[in-house]
């Protein structure tokens, strides 16, 4: 069974960093792009950041661009996020997807995406 499981979530003030990780199990995802999104109260959830199986390409929605970083570690099976300069509006639940198989694009919308994790928390104070 495959699984995706968020951590790193919590409170911190705005200005402050947080890191996201997101350990896969269940399969390998080498080949497989990897992405963020994010989804606060009362909005559609939406893409933050993608990357693709060898790292050669990464994306980035342009509310985070410059302040968040997407990285991977395929000998851990896992997927970070480090944000940084963080502002009130970047508060939401935060999810991992990874795509169902190989691709060399770092998609940024949701339907490319196969496996998804349960989320984890993000909220930053003013």
């Known amino acids: 069974q495959v699984q995706l499981v968020e951590s790193g979530g919590g409170l911190v003030q705005a200005g402050g960093s947080l890191r996201l990780s997101c350990a896969a199990s269940?399969?390998?995802?080498?080949?497989?792009?990897k992405g963020w999104f994010r989804q606060a109260p009362g909005k559609e959830r939406e893409f933050v950041a993608a990357v693709t199986g060898s790292s050669s390409s990464t994306a980035y929605a342009n509310s985070v661009k410059g302040r968040f970083t997407i990285s991977r570690d395929n000998d851990k099976n896992t997927v970070y996020l480090q944000m940084n300069s963080l502002k009130p509006e970047d508060t939401a639940v935060y999810y991992c997807a990874a795509s169902g198989t190989y691709t060399p694009i770092a998609y940024s919308t949701e339907r490319a995406y196969a496996y998804w994790g349960q989320g984890t928390q993000v909220t930053v104070s003013s």
């Open positions: 269940g399969r390998t995802f080498n080949g497989n792009s």
